[in-house]
């Protein structure tokens, strides 16, 4: 899932841009549609920026989770995707699905590396969803597209 739109008007670094409304009303529209069509995920994961944070939260209070049960993993604001791939390969083998809340291009990236479905740019809150046949993260590789959820497509 990439990050909700967020705003450029507040001079901060870049990890604590915040959310802009639209963003707000985008990753919540995003996250109502995946509750109805997914299965909640056995563990979730974000960047620490505040953007893709906030973009979480708002998917753990659709999906009736916990604050507490999101982990924040440092490695997770990327936007090449390398360092996205290495924590995929190391997750353990007990957790059957993830979700991830990042950043593009990293995710735009790992859409078209894995998924089956080619996609240009994965725009903010749309959200990917990927399937593969492995008994093991670290034998990650080509997997099955199971849904795109883009939320201009929502509104």
């Not at 969803?129 to 590789?141: A, C, L, P, S, T």
Request: proline share 5%.
């Amino acid at each position: 899932m990439r990050h909700g739109k967020s705003s450029w008007n507040y001079d901060v670094p870049d990890t604590e841009r915040p959310l802009k409304s639209r963003g707000k009303r985008d990753a919540a529209l995003v996250a109502k549609t995946f509750n109805e069509s997914s299965e909640i995920p056995d563990k979730i994961y974000s960047s620490p920026a505040k953007r893709a944070l906030d973009t979480c939260k708002i998917f753990l209070k659709t999906l009736d989770i916990p604050t507490s049960e999101a982990q924040i993993i440092e490695n997770l604001y990327d936007f090449g995707g390398q360092n996205v791939i290495a924590f995929l390969k190391d997750l353990p083998n007990s957790l059957s699905s993830v979700m991830i809340f990042g950043h593009n291009h990293a995710l735009t990236s790992l859409t078209n590396s894995f998924g089956n479905k080619y996609i240009d740019n994965l725009p903010t809150s749309g959200l990917v969803e990927i399937e593969f046949d492995i008994d093991e993260w670290i034998d990650i590789k080509n997997g099955t597209t199971k849904q795109i959820i883009i939320p201009k497509a929502l509104r």
